[in-house]
């Protein structure tokens, strides 16, 4: 039959399944075979903490969203347009997101009784009028594919495993992908095992010719590449981009790139890539806790490494002695924190924005350290330059704060070249420092970074002892003179907060707002297309983003001062309104969400509409 | 960094001009001083050696090193080393710890640093008590130990710190004593000259909070009766005249000590440090009763096991070793590794 096909300009796509379906790796494929055709995508992977929670169940449900298009798009979505529906809980648990109109494809094949009444369903939806608002495909997804493997060499349940791959043929067919990419991974995956190979590729060729030749698929559709800037790209996940980010510190500082780090949901992934970096110099060690882990990386640090420990919010708790001694001995230290929604153990596979506070103020005694946070998957390779060169630069620990929505996400990513990247070289002190010539001082500054002199052991004439007990300015000496404590509390507040970081851009494309949105961190994107939402009905907002939150930019509080209102959005209860208050007196808007979850564009838009009423 | 050169140090050299600042009579002067003054004959430049302590008496003592040092925070040591050691393989580094920092707040690193063998040379001074703190029982004061936060007596049954070390896999053990600095500065010369970690355990005397905790093996009137000196190849004998000595019991799973003149010679345990199975220098360091009689002094125990050091820089010369590329081109070939696309 001959199929009508229609063009859009985006689409949002959720695979929701039991967390054994492999729902992931079906997302992380539909989103290369995207990428592949050139759309701007957006992604949003949600799964539960539990490996394999009860088979059939609401908890167990795993999911993945995508949104591409044909324009620069900058969130996953807020609404899925398709729904794929593995089972009777994943279109229980998503079916809220929908808006009416929107396209189910459900695997009947799981509409079993049992199935419903795991979830509450006392009649199959499938059979009732629920779904009337919804245009229902009712596809036997796991007895089509094993019909389909029939031939094949492969278990029953291995056959099963593969309707997957068979949704993943039927939704590459319908939304026209190119598929060659998922050829060639599949035989990367399987390669131990060419049975396996043959079946998944068959059961996505299955999936595909069914769309091309059931009637009830009767519209196929196209999303003509984003014009985008020209060069090479590629998609990546922030954690992957901030793995990349600090293998390339290590080349641009010329300096072996040391990682302590503790496996924790959801950082673990970069101890795991930077693991296989060993050729760039790149050495991990998986610490016994947290504590060793950051010990680890600064006893590094001492002797001449990039000293960087990789955590989640519990994590940093536990490290803030050491990352206090860090500041005591003025030594480079990078702590990535990847928030996860807290307190203790909290979801530690949903995101938040909570650990503000503890990356400013989390430590004991006058502790100040840099703190910056990353906006987006790809920003995550920057940022973690960002943190590097100022802990080389300044000798001082800094805090990364990204958060599970950006470490998890992805979108494309055009490559930089590496010349361009910031040149992150440093001296080691070589010879003694002191007027006689002869004297080592290792609390002598540079008086334009304040940073101490970095003599690591092994270097001859330079032997000195530091350690946590208060120095004297100068000669690094223990010492409990009152004037000099405050001095050196004082010189440690300076040094943080003399850091030069680049202004705070504002973009007001009409030039005449008097609302200032202003985020931090991974609201970015929601909040940047919230305000074209705005923009769009004719009115004027500006947004401005926090990368630097310690220090803070030189120019944010006359940015700040010169709009009516300013409202602050974030995944935690106005930590960062908090600052901005104290600091700059200004009485900003606090608009919170802490449900594990990114902002949607719609309700922040909706939000920013009613306080421009109130201008 | 400098290659090492032959210059001949003396004790004077690792001397820092940093007023020492413990309690007159605190046993670690008599560590610090055997230290200063054994550590020329290693022959390794003061600029490679490093001192990394935690927090408590015992962890002042980089600050009166003339090598690099760092005085870190409470039972950390071992982790911060851990991570010096193993990215700068050139280095000898040294541990300075307590009871109290090693054993309590501590615990985890000193374990795992001897699991993995990292090549880290470790130094616990064992007083029985915590001194920077004004005297609280620590984890290895005796059951019953009265003391400012435990006037009815201490509830606790201590740490053996020797039988810990061994449990966890330490490729190197001994213990010393502070006042005797010809044995001390043996123990450590056999430490300095292991690859691993050495865990070395030296009894110190805290003259104020738990002064005499050692007196029974250091009074010249018992000494003799109460310490067994381990010497390597040598049958276990010990007493003023040789009268006690240590054999292994048919059907037991220990050793025990007997009247010498009681058994026939071969049945005197003959001191191996290089047995494999821990299970020997196990039964060595479970020998002292409560009173301190039998306790043995020396190498318990030194076998080998690759350092965890040369396992991960090993594994980082492999890698290297395949690289024909510039650190940049290897980035950019990094960073433009996976599915990428176009754009014209």
């Avoid at chain 1, 030749?213 to 901030?242: S, W």
């Avoid at chain 1, 995101?351 to 990356?359: H, I, V």
Wanted: proline residues 7%; glycine residues 8%.
């Amino acid at each position: 039959m001959t199929k009508q096909i229609r063009q859009l300009d985006r689409v949002v796509i959720r695979f929701a399944g039991d967390s054994g379906d492999g729902m992931q790796l079906t997302g992380d494929r539909f989103t290369s075979e995207t990428a592949q055709l050139g759309n701007d995508i957006s992604t949003l992977p949600n799964f539960p903490a539990e490996i394999r929670a009860p088979a059939g169940t609401l908890p167990g449900v795993s999911s993945f969203q995508v949104h591409f298009a044909d324009y620069d798009i900058l969130t996953p979505g807020d609404a899925p347009n398709v729904l794929v529906a593995m089972n009777p809980a994943a279109l229980k648990a998503n079916l809220a997101d929908l808006p009416r109109g929107a396209d189910i494809i459900v695997n009947t094949d799981e509409f079993t009784k049992r199935n419903l009444a795991k979830v509450g369903y006392q009649t199959s939806p499938l059979d009732d009028d629920s779904l009337a608002g919804y245009v229902v495909h009712p596809v036997a997804l796991t007895s089509m594919t094993v019909g389909a493997l029939a031939a094949h060499q492969v278990s029953k349940k291995d056959a099963e495993r593969s309707k997957n791959m068979f949704a993943l043929g039927l939704l590459s067919w319908m939304y026209s992908r190119p598929y060659e990419s998922t050829l060639r991974f599949l035989e990367r995956k399987f390669a131990a095992r060419p049975e396996l190979v043959a079946a998944n590729v068959a059961a996505f060729k299955a999936g595909w010719n069914f769309g091309e030749t059931t009637e009830d698929f009767a519209v196929r559709y196209e999303v003509k590449p984003a014009k985008m800037k020209p060069g090479t790209y590629r998609n990546i996940t922030g954690n992957a981009a901030l793995s990349l980010g600090l293998v390339a510190a290590g080349v641009r500082s010329g300096l072996p790139v040391f990682l302590g780090a503790y496996p924790i949901t959801p950082a673990s992934d970069i101890l795991h890539e930077l693991s296989k970096h060993k050729r760039f110099g790149v050495l991990t060690v998986q610490a016994e806790d947290e504590i060793a882990a950051v010990g680890a990386a600064l006893g590094a640090s001492y002797g001449g490494s990039l000293g960087v420990t990789t955590t989640s919010g519990p994590g940093v708790a536990l490290k803030s002695e050491t990352i206090s001694l860090a500041v005591a001995l003025e030594l480079p230290l990078v702590i990535v924190d990847v928030q996860r929604a807290g307190p203790s153990t909290g979801m530690p596979t949903k995101t938040e924005q909570a650990d503000l506070n503890m990356a400013l103020y989390g430590r004991h005694g006058e502790a100040p350290v840099a703190v910056i946070a990353p906006r987006s998957p790809s920003d995550c390779f920057f940022a973690a330059l960002e943190a590097a060169r100022i802990a080389l630069t300044y000798r001082t620990p800094v805090i990364l704060l990204s958060d599970n929505y950006v470490a998890n996400g992805s979108e494309p990513w055009l490559l930089p070249d590496v010349e361009s990247l910031p040149d992150l070289r440093v001296e080691f002190a070589t010879k003694p420092n002191g007027e006689d010539g002869t004297t080592f001082l290792p609390y002598l500054r540079d008086p334009e970074t304040l940073a101490r002199p970095w003599a690591i052991p092994g270097t001859a004439g330079l032997e000195h002892r530091i350690g946590g007990l208060e120095k004297a300015d100068k000669t690094g000496d223990i010492s409990y003179d009152p004037a000099n404590h405050d001095f050196m509390v004082r010189t440690r507040a300076a040094r943080i907060e003399t850091i030069p970081v680049p202004d705070i851009e504002v973009e007001d494309p009409d030039g005449d707002a008097r609302v200032l949105v202003l985020g931090w961190g991974s609201t970015y994107g929601p909040i940047g297309a919230a305000c074209r939402g705005v923009r769009q009905r004719g009115l004027s907002i500006a947004q401005a983003h926090l990368r630097h939150l310690a220090p803070m930019p030189a120019n944010l509080g006359e940015v700040l001062r010169s709009y009516d209102k300013v409202v602050i959005p974030e995944m935690n209860l106005g930590q960062l309104a908090h600052v901005i208050r104290a600091r700059y007196l200004v009485d900003a808007i606090s608009y919170n969400q802490v449900r594990g979850l990114p902002f949607t564009a719609a309700e922040l838009e909706t939000t920013l509409e009613e306080v421009l009423k109130n201008v | 960094m400098s290659e090492p050169v032959a210059v001949k140090l003396t004790a004077k050299d690792f001397k820092s001009d940093q007023e020492v600042r413990w309690c007159p009579g605190c046993g670690d002067y008599a560590i610090l001083a055997a230290i200063q003054q054994f550590m020329p004959e290693l022959n390794i430049p003061r600029e490679r050696t490093v001192f990394v302590s935690g927090i408590g008496c015992s962890s002042r003592f980089p600050y009166y090193m003339n090598t690099y040092g760092m005085h870190s925070i409470h039972g950390r040591a071992p982790a911060i080393a851990t991570g010096l050691s193993v990215s700068r393989p050139d280095l000898s580094v040294w541990v300075v710890t307590g009871d109290g920092d090693a054993l309590s707040i501590g615990g985890n690193h000193l374990i795992h640093a001897l699991r993995r063998n990292v090549n880290l040379k470790i130094l616990l001074f064992n007083n029985r008590i915590y001194g920077l703190t004004k005297g609280q029982y620590s984890p290895t004061s005796e059951v019953g130990k009265i003391t400012k936060s435990t006037p009815a007596g201490s509830a606790d049954a201590p740490f053996n710190p020797l039988s810990l070390a061994l449990g966890a896999e330490a490729s190197f053990v001994g213990r010393t004593i502070d006042s005797d600095r010809k044995h001390l500065q043996s123990v450590l010369r056999a430490a300095a000259e292991h690859e691993g970690s050495a865990f070395v355990e030296i009894y110190q005397n805290c003259n104020i909070f738990n002064d005499g905790a050692f007196d029974q093996l250091k009074d010249p009137s018992t000494r003799d009766d109460y310490l067994i000196r381990l010497e390597h190849g040598q049958p276990i004998t010990f007493g003023a005249d040789g009268q006690f000595c240590v054999v292994h019991p048919p059907g037991g799973f220990g050793l025990e000590v007997r009247d010498t003149s009681s058994v026939r010679p071969e049945e005197i345990v003959v001191h191996d440090a290089t047995v494999t199975d821990p299970a020997y220098a196990f039964a060595l360091s479970r020998l002292p009763g409560l009173d301190l009689r039998n306790t043995p002094i020396g190498v318990f125990r030194s076998v080998d096991r690759p350092s965890y050091d040369s396992v991960v820089q090993a594994q980082l010369a492999a890698a290297k070793a395949t690289v024909t590329e510039t650190p940049e081109q290897q980035l950019a070939g990094l960073l433009g590794s996976g599915d990428t696309w176009t754009i014209i």
